[in-house]
């Protein structure tokens, strides 16, 4: 056990620094962050004093180097369009993109859960077709779109909710929404399958053998069961969300992680996109490794598998 | 699972080849949107009635004919250009099919392809190409897709080599989880046996075993695809204009929502809902008929 | 992300006297008011909360003007937090502010400034010369090695007193100075020194009608009025700038009652701010004019060699019609390549569209129908104005291809001298026409594809010219030969639009001549205040 975590750690840490070349390397091809700090036809001296300013006049290989030892340091540079360190405007977001996440999963599984058992307990009727064709429009809609959408009828039309920003709950219920419709088709099927897979276990049809009640058999018996896996894809969907939030932070103005990284791709901010996607990709690592080392406890042979 | 597995295999074995086109839950209606998009597709030209790139700007924002206003010259209205709607929306079931389809071709080739190697050659060919598919499952996909547009420049083509590469690794782990308990099947063991080369038992002996979890995968993605290329679109970097594909109408058009020309969102966004629904419900369909396995994507 | 291309800020237009009075720049400024507040004055006090739903995101890198970039928005917030020595005021474009006269030596190697009394900072501390002088030497933003280079030095005489002395005479000091850098922004010495460059950008301090209360980045700036103003005490006591990426979003939000002014509301929300009681609209025009270039009018194969062709094309943009419809009319249509609001800026003959002349001009050129013309290059932002002018070029039989490119790879594209056919570009950099042409036109340039060997010559001529109606005289003839041999086909001057709303009396849009945001802030009313 103890071997396979320390395997999973190393496989981890190499996916990082993979990451971290990737998206140093990638960045830097996107073109020259001057470009957007000055008006086309600034002078040659003001563009080279920018490109002095933030060390891109150094080799490449330079550039990798020292920004791989700061961060080692706990230090992701300095952002080129704010002026201020990374790490702080990343903290001053992430609470945003956390709550945010947080009460989109909430609709998330809302929407997910009871559909994909109605999907699985009553195939064909009428609430399963219902119930599946609403979580799947939540992924056939490009959520700017439902965003819009949204602030156009209870903003505009309704007045009942702020059109944007952030600060209270009723300015979180659209983007929430927008945000966790998209993952609820997901997180159904997942529920519909892995409740048949636990309905047709041996347990269950004792269960009814024993002639309890078809509710009690479903609500309390399989649903503890089935609700294991969606948990985690739940967890691991939570960490996806403050990543994929662009769009909807975009149309509400909401202040997250995602639109700090929209912005950074924009301005060619390259320690904002390189400190967002490392942290971020850390997150997704640091969860599919709990994930892994949870089912290895929970199942020994995965231990033997790579 | 074992019981809705042997009922579907039952259902497969029955006398009549055809006969689950008569089941219940056989997806009919999705395949006939996907089938009149594509048909749509093919004879865009011949069916729009005017050109979907040059418009007037004297006609613009001319409402659908049943509206006050609207003419029978635009059936679906103009847009901000003064563009026929209706021609660029059947223009544009081109331009998404051919995305969409070729994204996850691509993706799918690219991903099956190193899922299969991955997995059948392990030792470093393994770790390598798992480590990146690790790290490019951890870069946010839409920013990462910014980068290469912005490295590429936007055109059709490259919007299909930007979504391919973000969306291939999706491919490549699960073709390669695939060919990890293959490798150990009796088949395989006795074409080693036989003396088959490595490339010869992948392609004769693996490759068919995973094509159907890859078309699984492949119906679900297009969907993914479809949106991502919409959202690509609202952040800037999508199918350039005028090229008229069905996400680039709905963020030129978002502008108009707020106005009243809702005719604008409204059409390419039903336009896109079906698609996407069609390729999920059919999705939904083969994951349970063809690859039982698959049931948790 | 288009933020730094809604227009440049305002540039001197004709030469206003070296010397003013006292009495002079009072008169002025009173003139500049009477003719800007039409709504009735205000009561003394600061009264309620503006907000201002803006379309970028706001760095601190703004709070500081010793780091002004050469873009204009970091003006949004500098008009509010600092104050100059000279800045474009509305009327006056250099208007006196911290310093309240200026003088110049007739040899063009010394410039005065005499201080304006009784001036202070948010804390209290009176604006002195000690900080004239430490600001210039701490300027690092754009244009701060120009500066450096031809200034030798500055004394102080005393706290009221500054003299710049300058190694050569450099006719553009006062442009630079005022308006084209930071450098003449005023920062508290005690203070910088005393909290550090980023312990500025956490709580600047300046001379602006508007103190510094919180910042969030990426969500708002909160600021309150500075009572003791020098101008005037600023009409609204609190101004909050909120951030709203998404341009309908804004529009919600002023419909709502959420912002009281959204900047940029663009063709169609525009339209629907226009339509809405209450809600008003106000477009004022910034100074990056949009042209057609044609990178090939060097080469002697190409279509384009032909001055015939390029006027043809000139005379095929429908200006008027796509001005309707793309920005309601507001914009300026234009027949020059640089900016009419700049020192030297000649007037051209107005554009215009006559799409048979162009057919028949194209026919006399050796193409009766037409021909193909490759790709139409443009930055992505603006790729509805490329494709309403593409149509035009269709409709006479310049058959071209939109190719819109992202605003990245489009000028580096075109700074590398990458892009054939036809360009659509534009600037709103700083400087004056003599800087513009440096870029755009002379041999050398960044975004010069090729060069005309008169045009460097008068170039060279001007840079040396000391006496100012002679060096008008050679900027005229230089932008009447851009002109004459159709070296850009003008389109328009971008009108920045933006709603207002009800709550507001006095929004300050256009106050100061090619400047796009509200500004000055101390002029914004809201009504019953």
Redesign the interface.
Known sequence: MKQFIIRRLG??L???I??SL??FF??R????PA????????????IA?IHHQFGLDRPLVVQYLLFMANLARGDLGQSF????PVSE?YL??LPNSLLLAAVAMSFSLLIGIPTGILAAVRV?SFWDSAGK?FA??G???????VG??M??FF??YL?WL?????GTALHLIMPAFALGWYFA?AHM??MR??M??VL?SEYIKLARLKGLPQALVIGKHALKNALT?VLTLAGINLVLMI??A??VE????W?GV??????G??F?DFPV?QGV?IL???M??VV?LLVDILYAVIDPRIRL?? | MSTTTETSLLAAQLPSRFSFVRSRDFPLIPLLILGIIAFVAVFADLLAPHDPQVGSLAARFHPPFWLAGGSTDYLLGTDQLGRDVLSRLIFGARVSMVVGFTAVIFAGVVGTTLGIISGYLGGWVDQVIMRVVDAWLALPALSFAIFLAAIVGPSEMNIVIILGLVFWTRYARIVRGEVLSLKEREFVRLAIVAGCSKWTIMRRHILPNVVNSAIVLASLMLGVVIIAEASLSFLGVGVPPPKPAWGVMLSDGKQGLMVGYWWLTVFPGCCIMLMVLSSNLLGDWLRVKLDPQLRQL | MTASFDGGPTNPRRGRPLRATRRDVLGLAALGLAGATATPVHAAAPAGQLTIGVHISLAPTWFDPAETAGIITPFLVMYALHDAMLKPLPGQNPGPCLAESWTASPDGLTYDFVLRPGVTFHNGDPVTAEDVKFSFERYRGTEHATMKERVASVDIADPRHVRFNLKAPWPDFVTFYSSATGAGWIVPKQYVEKVGDDGFKRAPIGAGPYKFVSFTPGVELVLEAHDQYWRKTPGVKRIVMRVIPDESTRLAALKRGEVDIALSIRAELAEEVQRTPGLTLQAPVGSAPYWMYFPEQWDPKSPWHDVRVRRAAALAIDGKTINQALTLGFSHLTNSAFPENFEYYWQPPPPVYDPEQARHILAEAGFPSGFDAGSYTCDIAYANLGEAVLNNLVAVGIRARLRPLERVSFFAGFGDKKFRNIIQGASGAFGNLATRLEAFVVKGGTYAYGNYPELDELFARQATELDRAKREELLFKMQQIVHEKAIYAPIWQLAFICGVGPRVAQSSFGLIKGFVYPAPYEELTLKGA
């Open positions: 496989y981890s190499i996916s990082l993979v990451l990737t998206i990638f960045v091809v996107t073109g020259d470009t957007l700090l000055v008006e086309p036809g600034a002078s040659e001296a003001d004093a369009y704010y002026q201020m405007l001053s977001r064909g064709l799947l429009l992924l056939s809609l490009p959520s700017f779109f819009l959408l602030i156009l903003s505009v007045g702020p059109s944007s920003g952030s088709a099927r997942l399958s892995s048949l897979e047709g896996p990543n994929v662009v769009i975009t149309v509400f103005a202040p995602g639109r700090l990284l929209y912005e791709v924009s060619r996109v996607v971020g990709g850390a997704i690592v599919n598998e790579t």
